[in-house]
């Protein structure tokens, strides 16, 4: 276990930060990971699935008629 440990008295803060914004990142992944593959949740992803293609509603960004 001495190649996979780490000295904790040695870490910096950027070490620490680092290790923080993994792990944050990592529960993020498996809770989102989670959310879409249930199956309880199929039927909301099923009807937003054409939602990136559906270009028939005009979006106003301020342009000039």
Not at 14 to 20: K, M, S, T
Not at 31 to 36: C, T
Not at 39 to 64: C, W
Request: no cysteine; glycine share 8%; proline share 2%.
């Amino acid at each position: 276990m001495g190649y996979l440990g780490m000295d904790v008295a040695a870490m910096t803060t950027n070490d620490w930060l680092g290790v923080f914004f993994v792990l944050v990142s990592a529960l993020g992944m498996v809770a989102v990971y989670f959310m879409v593959f249930r199956p309880a949740n199929k039927a909301t992803f099923e009807s937003q699935r054409s939602m990136a293609l559906d270009d028939e509603d005009h979006i106003n960004v301020g342009e000039k008629r």
